[in-house]
């Protein structure tokens, strides 16, 4: 498993930006943090978005959850969304 250092510092900031520009109980999907950074290319940004995720989940600022469930991205198929920490 890859350590918080490996994670795209882009990615983490733009995660961070993008639920601080939210209310506290909300939501937003890692393919926005990938937008944001890739602009067209945001594709190939979808695993290193999660991977930010995670590394954000291991320095618990963020839960990754699925169907309002906290689950662990590195496990988690399909769609997930990342919210602050509660």
Known sequence: MASSSAADPRLVASIRELL?????????????AARAVGGDDWRDLMQPA???A?????????????????????????????????
């Open 20 to 32: 601080a520009a939210r209310d506290a109980d909300k939501t937003i999907c890692p393919s926005e």
């Open 50 to 52: 999660r991977d930010a």
């Open 54 to 86: 995670r590394s954000l989940v291991e320095l618990g600022e963020v839960e990754v959850t699925q169907k309002g469930e906290v689950v662990d991205v590195t496990t988690a198929r399909g769609p997930v969304r990342i919210r602050r920490a509660r």
